[in-house]
């Protein structure tokens, strides 16, 4: 068994961001302005712990993005993963998460003898997490998601354990089947020096549209979702209220007082 | 294409919180669009909840009561609901930004071909269409996104709407005929771990919070009894989360949980980046913290500059005695 893990490239938690006509742009002056999305640092993990323990041969990265996102892959492998493709064609530009999805879809089928794929719970620029459960329902496998654990993969089952609103379920599911991972899941490794060269050094193929059999549309003509309106925040900087008081007793009064006026409490 | 449907999530044959301000924003687009409001039911043993839910002020309320549907599992609902949609044909779908409604909004769409915008915290009408606003790139930005054609699937956050209030209202449910097969749902659920105690994070009102200032484990008593007497719930930043002082299920942030309560203290926590994006929306933020340069007071409304384990337990005293505890 084969293990694909899918993978975003997206702006750096600390990019700063420009807006435009309602169009984002973005640069992070202090460091790299594109970095691999952090929820994907655990799915990357995973994919590689289930080589590593549960039998599977293979750890697949894949990323759909421009040429750029190459360096998402890179990690990827620095990591230990032992496969990576990029996803790369000016036709998926602008493609919404169900074009996204099928675009996924479709690379994921070509890879050989596949029965999990592995998502992050969602990227942290759009940040909708819709993409790991469409592409269950393109390829026709079960999703499971908000994953914590992944306790047993044997006699063509998995077994997981989900992070939910009121507590934690454990779910057997028949394989092939696919996941999003929460950060409970595992602690990341970092690249090691030898896996950075040698991901440095990686020949990372690309398929481009023409290569792929997509079922259904694709880029931004086919996208459904318009994310063109896109705001700066109202600035709010500037205006906190200091509570200071003689005492620690005066500046919890004079705390609660305000927080009761705010109707808060 | 007509109507506005929402997604109702239950326990214990009560309705949940989201479900509450999931119909209060429906109704609202309801209304907008001059169009009924259905709520959408499944469960076993939830006529209660239909009631409920009229009593809310749905217009109507399509059920479907089988104990193959007894716990969420998208394998097993979100066929029918497929069905019921290509059937009489919505105009707009809600559900709440939950794990349930997550993955159910997202087969629909894959299904259905049709748009989803995920996590709203405002939904206004435009024509016949949705303008959601909703946090985007860490809570930096704010999207004004709308679904251009067909069907409009949207998941809202929790504690972004009010939630609706009881109108006396009553009515008769529409109770599906369905026939499922325990041996068709690919998911089998094995054991079930409740949260042990406290409020849910997303639901709560007031959550006091906890980072890397609190110096350990035992550093987050005077915020748990803080949260206690206010009625909240206790959170923790990434720090102290990846230090092993809290589990994960407390964390707010990027990596963890977004919330929007009344009322958020961020005690010890310096307000990085990524803290904000799971938190920025909350209604009022108070920061505890000994330095007076911490980026958590650019975003506060209320700032201490101090030791947290002398005003915590002066503030829980305050409250004690004002809350009559």
């Known amino acids: ?265 | 294409m007509s109507g506005v449907w929402v997604w109702l999530e239950h326990q214990d044959s009560l309705m949940a919180a989201i479900s509450k301000e999931t119909i209060s924003a429906a109704r609202q687009v309801a209304n907008n669009l001059g169009q009924p409001l259905t709520a959408l039911l499944f469960g076993q043993d939830v006529a209660g909840v239909a009631a409920a839910a009229f009593d809310l002020g749905v217009d109507a309320v399509i059920g479907a009561d089988d104990p193959v549907l007894a716990t969420f599992r998208v394998s097993a609902a979100a066929p029918l609901v497929v069905d019921l949609i290509k059937e009489r044909q919505p105009a707009v779908f809600l559900a709440g930004h939950t794990s349930t409604g997550r993955d159910l909004t997202a087969w629909l769409a894959a299904d259905l071909d049709a748009g989803l915008v995920s996590d709203a915290i405002q939904l206004a009408v435009d024509g016949d269409r949705v303008v959601v606003t909703r946090p985007v790139y860490a809570g930096k930005l704010l999207g004004n996104i709308r679904i251009t054609e067909g069907l409009q699937l949207i998941t809202l956050r929790s504690r972004a709407f009010p939630a609706a209030e009881a109108t006396g209202q009553t009515g008769t449910a529409e109770w599906l005929t369905v026939s499922l097969d325990e041996a068709d749902v690919p998911e089998k659920l094995i054991a079930f771990a409740g949260r042990d105690g406290g409020v849910n994070l997303s639901d709560a009102k007031i959550i006091v919070s906890g980072g890397r200032g609190v110096g350990g484990p035992e550093g987050f008593a005077p915020v748990q009894a803080l949260a206690d007497v206010l009625g909240g719930a206790m959170g923790a930043s990434r720090a102290a989360v990846d230090a092993g002082w809290v589990p994960y299920d407390h964390q707010v942030g990027q990596t963890g949980k977004t919330v929007s309560p009344d009322l958020y203290i961020a005690c010890g926590i310096s307000g990085a980046i990524q803290h904000q994006a799971g938190m920025r929306t909350a209604k009022t933020i108070v920061a505890i913290n000994k330095d007076a340069d911490a980026p958590i007071f650019k975003l506060a409304h209320y700032g201490v500059v101090g030791d947290l384990f002398k005003i915590l337990p002066a503030l829980t005293e305050e409250f004690r005695q004002r809350l009559g505890k």
Not at chain 1, 19 to 37: A, E, F, I, Y
Not at chain 1, 179 to 196: D, L, T, W
């Open chain 1, 1 to 265: 068994m084969n293990v694909v893990v899918c993978l975003k490239q997206t702006p750096s938690t600390t990019a700063v961001f420009k807006v435009n006509d309602g169009v984002v742009s973005w640069d992070d002056p202090g460091g790299k302005p594109q970095v691999l999305n952090p929820w994907d640092e655990y799915s990357v993990e995973e994919a590689i712990r289930v080589t590593e323990k549960h039998g599977g041969k293979e750890a697949i990265a894949l990323t759909m993005g421009d040429e750029g996102a190459v360096e998402s892959l890179r990690t990827a492998l620095a990591m230990g993963c032992s496969q990576a493709v990029l996803i790369s064609d000016p036709a998926f530009a602008g493609s919404d998460t169900l074009g996204t999805a099928r675009v996924l879809a479709a690379a994921i089928q070509q890879q050989p003898e596949v029965q999990l794929v592995i998502f992050g719970k969602q990227a942290i620029d759009g940040d909708t997490g819709q993409v790991p459960v469409q592409v269950a329902r393109k390829l026709g496998w079960t999703p499971l998601t908000f994953v914590t654990e992944i306790s047993a993969i044997s006699d063509g089952a998995i077994t997981v354990t989900r992070l939910l609103e009121n507590g934690k379920q454990t779910v057997t599911t028949p394989l092939p089947v696919v996941i999003s991972v929460v950060k409970e899941i595992n602690e990341p490794r970092y690249p090691s020096f030898m896996g950075i060269r040698k991901a440095n050094k990686a020949t990372i193929p690309t398929l481009t549209a023409a290569d792929l059999a997509v079922n259904g549309g694709t880029g931004a003509a086919a996208s459904k979702v318009d994310w063109s309106n896109i705001s700066t925040l109202p600035v709010r900087e500037g205006n906190v209220f200091m509570i200071e008081g003689a005492t620690v007793e005066e500046q919890a009064r004079l705390l609660a007082d305000k927080l009761f006026e705010e109707k808060v409490i």
